[in-house]
């Protein structure tokens, strides 16, 4: 069990680390050269970078040092857990991002076709950062904002991201002009439905009631195999009036497969009824 916990663990941080890189390359390839400002510390150091002059402020630079102040006030406010989390995100991000400045000098979008760079933008981005609120961390900045906005009320990652950002994105229409800012606008929306999109995939579990003969096999098979808990009901069949039992348990999507062969090898006979769902708080799942 403990090294189940350190495997889940270690994946975790590679996770956040991959999170982390789709992020740089979206911002450094497709938002930064575009003017593509989708809120975010990003938004904010692109707008900043088109409007200082000084040659050696950079775009990453500005990200680390907005980053420093906002990851101060996330440790306060969202626990540590998360504020370590989150400060290894956001300087894996802001190295990745300096070292891309350094190695690969892009000076004008990659193609004439903003549309499609937009499109780019708004997937490496949205499902880096999903990857990161997944593994309970953000890129630092406004994300720290969104996870805040969370805490304290009932929006989704994705929407509170959209109202902590909308006032940088439209920042783009001053900055970089009315296209530049439509196209803002338009990938900040579709950046926020994309996170929670990716977030519900990500966290989708198997809820299953199965109703059988055999409990005892079963239960045993949850609880020493799987290591999860499970409830058992008193059932009737109305059909044949036979006694049963409907034992009750979730489990990852992973679990499942495994869950529905032991079924089939050990009680064909069981009546089972598999959900899926996205919603589940408790021990092992999802704080309250």
Not at 187 to 213: H, P, Q
Request: net charge positive.
């Amino acid at each position: 069990m403990e090294n189940k916990t350190k495997f889940h663990t270690m994946l975790e941080w590679l996770e956040m680390t991959f999170g982390s890189l789709l992020i740089a390359v979206g911002v450094y390839f497709f938002k930064v050269p575009n003017g593509f400002s989708l809120g975010g510390v990003s938004g904010i150091s692109t707008l900043l970078g088109k409007v200082i002059t000084w040659s050696w402020v950079t775009p990453g630079m500005l990200m680390f040092g907005l980053n420093v102040i906002l990851l101060i006030i996330g440790f306060i406010v969202i626990g540590k857990d998360t504020g370590i989390r989150t400060a290894y995100c956001s300087l894996a991000y802001s190295g990745m991002t300096w070292i891309l400045e350094r190695t690969v000098k892009l000076e004008q979008p990659m193609t004439d076709q903003p549309f499609l760079e937009l499109v780019y933008a708004i997937l490496l981005t949205g499902i880096g950062s999903a990857i990161m609120f997944h593994c309970r961390a953000s890129s630092g900045g406004t994300d720290i904002v969104a996870l805040i906005l969370k805490k304290y009320t009932s929006l989704d990652v994705g929407k509170a991201l959209l109202c902590s950002d909308s006032l940088i994105s439209a920042g783009a229409f001053l900055v970089f002009g009315l296209k530049a800012g439509l196209f803002s606008m338009l990938g900040l929306f579709a950046k926020a439905f994309l996170i929670d999109g990716v977030i519900e995939n990500l966290n989708v579990c198997k809820s299953f009631m199965i109703i059988t003969a055999h409990p005892e096999a079963v239960v045993a098979y949850i609880l020493n195999v799987m290591h999860h808990s499970a409830t058992t009901l008193d059932a009737c069949g109305e059909y044949t009036h036979q006694n049963l039992k409907a034992v009750i348990t979730v489990c990852r999507r992973a679990e499942a497969v495994r869950l529905r062969r032991f079924l089939k090898e050990t009680d064909p006979t069981a009546f089972v009824i598999v959900e899926s769902t996205s919603e589940i708080i408790g021990r092992g799942f999802r704080q309250p």
